[in-house]
């Protein structure tokens, strides 16, 4: 089993020809409610891309308003168990507003609601299943002292934990030290190796964050870079991986995309590049898609 412990989100999306200046009115194009959140976003990626034999599960926090009906219908679509998801009153579910542009780039804006809600005691109660979970996969957009329970917790039972520091904050070493594999973007790794990211601009640089990152504590750090790539700080070695071809119209969950591909490689017990490289066919397929889970793949369309 597949454990994610996050955030649900309702994303807003308008697509705009480029992305406006302060204080201008600009005319966008299309505009669409689509289910994301990054918790939400990498339950669906595994629950799309693993084998029948994987089971995922989410802990997380809804508001009691329509959004949260269709966020957690969309759960149920997918296959993934529910049970721990909170139905919080007097709560509105979170928000993201999301502009895409031309070039597929896209801005983010949160409201966090519900997930603000999600507590230690939600992941206490949460905690039978977390023991049946092979991984536990957690982000940061839920409160850090939950995140760092849930980590606490997931760490001492034995299970691999996999951490996406987004959006991107500092963080205690002992914290790193329980996680097994770091997943940051590359502004996210120089802002916890306490570099610019404007210097992150070559290979050596990425690198140096990565090691840095480990002698902080993580067992593993990959770095994704977008039309770069990924590069690998692993135990077993460091190797850059270079991006699989595509066309972005919009990158969006592109990242949680990739973390869902490779968290269900791993728990078919692929090696370590066999996961990297599953999770890059399916983030190269969904930068070609609209939206959040709109843009998700199946695993049938990946081994197409």
């Known amino acids: 089993m597949i454990v994610i412990i996050g955030s649900i989100n309702m994303d807003l999306v308008l697509r705009v ?3 406006p200046h302060p204080g201008e009115t600009l005319s966008g194009g299309r505009f669409q409610t689509i289910s994301g959140g990054k918790g939400a976003n990498q339950a669906v990626a595994c629950a799309r891309l693993s084998a029948d034999s994987v089971k995922v599960a989410m802990v997380a926090c809804l508001g009691d308003d329509a959004f949260g009906a ?14 721990h998801v909170s139905t919080i ?9 999301i502009l895409v542009d031309a070039n597929g780039q ?3 804006v949160l409201a966090a609601g519900a997930n603000d809600a999600l507590s230690p005691a939600h992941i206490d109660a949460a905690r039978s299943l977390i023991e049946q979970a092979r991984i536990v996969v957690l982000q940061l957009e839920t409160p850090l002292a939950t995140v760092s329970h849930a980590i606490k917790l997931a760490h001492q039972l034995g299970k691999i934990v996999v951490l996406n520091p987004a ?6 070493a002992a914290l790193l030290a329980q ?9 996210e790794a120089a802002m916890l190796a306490g570099l610019n990211a404007a210097s992150l601009d070559n290979d050596a640089a990425i690198e140096a964050a990565a ?19 990924v590069y690998a700080a692993l135990s077993s070695g460091s190797v850059h991986f270079a991006a699989q071809p595509a066309k972005a119209v919009d990158t969006t969950a592109a990242g949680d995309t990739f973390i869902g591909g490779f968290v269900a490689a791993l728990a078919e017990g692929r090696s370590e590049a066999d996961a990297i490289a599953f ?18 793949p199946y695993r049938h369309e990946l081994e197409a």
Do not use: W
């Open 106 to 108: 896209n801005s983010i």
């Open 167 to 172: 959006p991107a904050q500092a963080l205690p």
């Open 211 to 229: 090691a840095k990152l480990r002698a902080a504590g993580s067992a593993n750090v990959l770095v994704t870079l977008g039309e770069k790539g």
């Open 70 to 83: 269709e966020l957690r219908a969309a759960l149920r679509r997918d296959g993934i168990d529910d049970s």
């Open 89 to 97: 009153q007097g709560e509105a579910s979170g928000v993201a507003s």
């Open 179 to 187: 996680v097994e594999y770091l997943i940051p973007n590359e502004i």
């Open 279 to 296: 999770g890059q066919r399916a983030a190269a397929l969904s930068v070609a898609r609209i939206g959040a889970q709109t843009s998700i």
């Open 17 to 19: 020809p480029r992305m």
